[in-house]
């Protein structure tokens, strides 16, 4: 995101003296253009401009020679006979280690306080017998190059004129060296290219608070193009979507450039401040013109190329070494300028110049390209190289093919002001750009899209504002955009830079009334009733992160089909290539990240989408830049993996933390268990529990839940080996419940809601002996049918094995509740309880304990 120095957006928009980047980022923010940040300088505090008054050198013990100074620093001065080190001079002591200056010069005194690039505080200390109370300071520990071994002259004590410029002593010296600090970091929408230049920012500023701006585009006076410039052609013969790369190309020539001439200070700083490094003049002057009108350029040594340029395509498999030293092989798409008849490649076109061609400390003859390119192919090139160049997000963007001769000019006029240079009267440009069209904008538009009621008048001056040309009048006009805004295509996009214009805050606002009959679907109300259930339970629902690698299917255990999954092209990260298929795939990441963060009680729990991609059929390719055919669209979505909702869950640790006198709960797999089975009685269906084995649930405590004969899902206890994998506590608990599988086996039929019965309730006990291999479940089902609705609730409260019941046999203890719609009498509960064991005995052969 660009970087906005407020000196560098003054010469192009009027702006107060006193504005702050943080008033600049509230003028910016109205017209839709957003703070990133506003960073800090790197010096901060006292650094001033100081005069030395005495410079007494002395050698020390081990030979060094030292200066002891007093130096004037204004305001900051210790009065006379005062201070650290007393003097007759109102100034401050400082001891420096560097000899090339002399009293009577301007020099740079960071102050006690202060605090230099690197976390560098400044503060007085003793040494060599004296105490400094300051630093008289270099370039380089100020953080802006130059030399170590010499400290900053700003102006010599005998350079009247020079020192007459200055300000007084005790002045802050940061502004002088382009460090003066703060500097705001604006959002760009990739509709908003042309904001990536201090023209396009300018304007926003222009439009925010009517400050005069001045357009640089307009520049007259150029020289026009003639026979004799630096020659290119375009050979295009595979455009993207039948759009050539290249539709403008400018050259210009500068001759004697000086080599070793260094960037205007001016110009280094502001690039500095714009988080560009200052490299060479000609460099420099490329880099700093981008920034400014937002055309990319590049510069080559003339004497290395041999004419015409050809801009073509390049052959699949070509090499090229770019200018970061890279070997890159070339792909059919890419778009390369070459030379030599087409036969030398200087670089990829719009994104990187060639390593053969670039501007060394020899080159005295500078070639300027200043061209516009295609922004799909840029944008396409970019990505597959990897190369996200400050160039390529301009072009990508858009960028103003009209700026292009004055971009050109504007380098020219550096490289021969400050490089010594002489502008060669070649000037080529190929243009075959094409003007934008005007467009009919109905004004009732406005009203319809965004409910502003704005004048014809005021929707006029708006459109011209921003760089339309307006015709017509009454109900429709005729706007043409202007060059640098190809995202104006149609009536919506003037709708919208109207609204901008106008404030977002002056669209009324009015609540759409709810039409009847509408609402939450069933599944929707279900899924909310479930969660919310979960979240009373005390599980705390949270999102995580769909992708994962496959690390995460071993770590559980997992070699089933949910190991089959979806992999993207281009992940977001590329050890998290594959969609999950299961919500615990990440939901066990994120349980331990709370564990290690020390989270004390863990429950978390999500409801999300899983990708199950068995069976799918890879879709056929789809051509770009066009509708695809009902056919490709049909098998575009055959080739939509199966998405099913899930709701998951973790828990491990203790449910509270400890309290006086109470022991702590911990979770178990019960709780797993009963977490699956409320969300059942929650929507209306009971759900029983069968054990089974199923990664990556501890193989003798996993539940699977089962809605009728249709299973949907598991519960337990983890897996010891998955506990460790995930470095999670032992025993922790999970579940996971397909939720489209739930309600569906639900129905939507209105749940039926029972009686409520004021009568009290029978309490009736029954032990009976089974069979080992009898599960709970088992006997639970046949105990519920035999106690017919008259049963109101049924228990497990004892499971026993031991020397009182034969071997091979067990007890399972159950407590009863039944309940009617009268006081039961004790016949009636012992008539219950008499058809339970009989039943039981009838289906599983259980005998009543005796």
Request: proline share 7%; hydrophobic share 40%; glycine share 10%.
């Amino acid at each position: 995101m660009p970087l906005i120095p407020i000196d560098w957006l003054a010469t192009h928009v009027e702006v107060p003296e006193d504005l702050t980047p943080e008033q600049l980022a509230a003028d910016l923010v109205k017209v839709g253009l957003e703070e990133e940040e506003i960073h800090e300088s790197e010096v901060s505090g006292p650094v001033v401009v100081g005069k030395v008054l005495t410079r007494e050198a002395k050698e020390q013990s081990n030979g060094k020679v030292i200066n002891y100074c007093r130096v004037d620093v204004g305001e900051h001065n210790d009065a006379p006979g005062t201070g650290k080190e007393p003097s007759e001079l109102a100034s401050r002591g400082i001891i420096c280690g560097a000899h090339n200056f002399e009293a009577g010069d301007y020099v740079v005194v960071s102050l006690p306080g202060a605090v230099l690039p690197g976390g560098f505080a400044i503060a007085a200390r003793k040494t060599y017998g004296h105490t400094s109370d300051g630093m008289i300071c270099s370039a380089t520990e100020l953080g802006i190059g130059g030399e170590a071994s010499g400290i900053i002259v700003l102006a010599k004590g005998d350079d009247d004129e020079a020192a007459a410029a200055l300000p007084k002593p005790g002045t802050d010296a940061r502004g002088l060296l382009g460090i003066a600090g703060r500097t705001l970091e604006i959002n760009i929408t990739p509709d908003r290219g042309y904001c990536f230049a201090m023209r396009g920012v300018a304007r926003e500023y222009h439009h925010s608070t009517g400050a005069v701006f001045t357009d640089p585009a307009l520049e007259s006076g150029l020289p026009e193009a003639n026979s004799d410039g630096f020659p290119v052609h375009v050979r295009d013969d595979a455009p993207i979507h039948g759009v050539p790369g290249c539709d403008r190309f400018v050259t210009r020539i500068v001759r004697g450039v000086d080599p070793h001439a260094p960037s205007p200070k001016w110009l280094a700083d502001r690039l500095t401040a714009a988080g560009m490094r200052p490299i060479s003049l000609a460099v420099d002057a490329t880099n700093y013109v981008m920034l400014d009108l937002g055309q990319p350029l590049h510069a080559y040594d003339l004497d290395k190329v041999n004419g015409p340029i050809i801009v073509r395509r390049a052959r699949q498999g070509e090499k090229l070494v770019t200018l970061d030293e890279a070997e890159r092989t070339l792909g059919a798409e890419d778009l390369l300028i070459t030379d030599s008849d087409g036969e030398r490649v200087l670089g990829l076109a719009g994104t990187m110049g060639g390593f053969d061609t670039e501007i060394t400390d020899g080159t005295v003859n500078v070639l300027i390209e200043a061209a516009h390119f295609d922004q799909v192919s840029v944008a396409r090139m970019s990505r597959r190289h990897k190369l996200p160049s400050e160039a390529a997000k301009r072009f990508e963007r858009g960028v103003d093919p009209k700026i292009a001769p004055v971009a050109a000019q504007a380098v020219v006029d550096l490289l021969v002001e400050y490089g010594g240079g002489t502008a060669g009267s070649e000037v080529f440009d190929l243009d075959t750009t094409a003007a934008p069209e005007a467009q009919d904008f109905p004004v009732a538009e406005v009203a319809r899209i965004a409910g502003l009621d704005v004048p014809e008048d005021r929707i006029k001056e708006i459109l011209s504002d921003i760089g339309c040309t307006v015709a017509g009048e009454g109900d429709v006009l005729s706007v043409t955009p202007p060059t640098w805004r190809p995202d104006l295509v149609g009536p919506a996009h003037f709708v919208e830079e109207i609204a901008r214009l106008v404030g977002y805050d002056e669209i009324p606002v009015e609540l759409p009334m709810a039409r009847a009959g509408r609402g939450l679907t069933p599944v929707q109300r279900q899924r909310r009733d479930v969660m919310r259930t979960l979240a009373e339970a005390g599980w705390v629902q949270v999102l995580s992160y769909p992708f994962v690698g496959v690390g995460a299917f071993d770590k559980q255990g997992i070699s089933d089909e949910r190991r089959t999954a979806i992999r993207l092209a281009n992940p977001l990260q590329d050890d998290a290539p594959y969609l999950r298929t299961s919500i615990l795939d990440s939901l066990l990441d994120t349980a331990r990240l709370n564990v290690s963060r020390g989270n004390p009680a863990v429950a978390i729990c999500e409801a999300s989408l899983v990708g199950r991609p068995q069976g799918v059929v890879a879709a056929p390719p789809a051509a770009v830049g066009e509708r695809p055919s009902d056919e490709v669209l049909s098998g575009l979505m055959g080739a939509i993996p199966a998405q099913p909702h899930h709701i998951a869950g973790v828990a491990c640790g203790a449910v509270t933390e400890p309290q006086a006198g109470l022991a702590p709960v911990q979770w178990d797999w019960r709780d797993a268990i009963e977490a699956a089975v409320s969300m059942g009685r929650t929507v209306g269906i009971d759900l029983t529990v069968a054990q089974a084995e199923h990664a990556p649930y501890h193989p003798g405590r996993c539940g699977q839940i089962f809605a009728g004969t249709t299973s949907v899902g598991f519960a337990g206890e983890l897996a010891p080996a998955v506990c460790k994998a995930f470095e999670l506590p032992a025993r922790t608990v999970a579940f996971e419940i397909d939720s489209d599988a739930l309600f569906a086996a639900r129905g939507s039929d209105p749940a039926q809601i029972g009686p409520v019965l004021t009568y009290p309730a029978a309490k009736e006990d029954v032990a009976l002996v089974v069979d080992e291999a009898v599960t709970n479940a088992q006997l639970e089902a046949v105990i519920r049918k035999a106690g017919g609705d008259l049963l109101e609730d049924v228990r497990l409260f004892d499971v026993y094995t031991g020397e009182q019941v034969p071997e091979g046999k067990k007890s399972l203890a159950y407590a009863l509740r039944v309940r009617g719609d009268h006081t039961l009498s004790a016949e009636e509960t012992a008539g219950i309880r008499k058809k339970i064991i009989k039943q039981t005995g009838k289906k599983l052969g259980a005998q009543l304990r005796s």
